[in-house]
T-cell receptor, first 109, second 114 residues
């Protein structure tokens, strides 16, 4: 997993429930990313963090929040899950090239 | 803004034959180009990159890619395909005018037939 650990691996939520996806790197790199993967659409960037304490929106940020409290950890929160957020979520760390975790498969019913 | 296209959803080749997976891109600045491979229920694994220099880039597992600036392409190739190469392949670009934003193509599913 290139030093990027994601938890949990699987999760089922009901519409309206909240949850936080966790991501941690074992290196000391500045940049970290959250992507979602949907069939036929590749990976789309939700949020990224260029360094500790900073975050920026990506292509599809609506319905998500992130937190980069320290250099190692970058979490993704769904405050009120919707079926459209059913997806596989990947965390990655920089620098170039990106290195990815093994993903979290989320189903919202 | 940058974008990536992979014109083929699926590519099928016979084992031992050469394979090509196509990628074209659009950027406003200089491109940084990447290929990743994804096996079932796994994350993306980095194969190779083009930043600058030689247009032919060699990467992991015998893969190579050719950067063509005039055609804005970065096709992935391998001289002799293996059944174990069957996977989902993603092309990605980073435009040096847009900082750390990496954009991925939709993916191409490669099937190598025994």
């Amino acid at each position: 997993n290139a030093g990027v650990t994601q938890t949990p691996k699987f999760q089922v939520l009901k519409t309206g429930q909240s949850m936080t996806l966790q991501c941690a790197q074992d290196m000391n790199h500045n940049s970290m990313y959250w992507y979602r993967q949907d069939p036929g659409m590749g990976l789309r960037l939700i949020y990224y963090s260029a360094s500790e304490g900073t975050t920026d929106k990506g292509e599809v940020p609506n319905g998500y929040n992130v937190s980069r409290l320290n250099k190692r950890e970058f979490s993704l929160r769904l405050e009120s899950a919707a079926p459209s957020q059913t997806s596989v979520y990947f965390c990655a760390r920089g620098p170039t090239p990106l290195h990815f975790g093994n993903g979290t498969r989320l189903t919202v019913t | 803004a940058q974008s990536v296209a992979q014109p083929e959803d699926q590519v099928k080749v016979a084992e031992g034959n050469p394979l090509t997976v196509k990628c074209t891109y659009s950027v406003s600045g200089n491109p940084y180009l990447f290929w990743y491979v994804q096996y079932p229920n796994r994350g993306l694994q980095f194969l190779l990159k083009y930043i600058t220099g030689d247009n032919l880039v060699k990467g992991s597992y015998g893969f190579e890619a050719e950067f063509n600036k005039s055609q804005t392409s970065f096709h992935l190739k391998k001289p002799s395909a293996l059944v174990s190469d069957s996977a989902l392949y993603f092309c990605a670009v980073r435009d040096d005018n847009y900082g750390q934003n990496f954009v991925f193509g939709p993916g191409t599913r490669l099937s190598v037939l025994p």
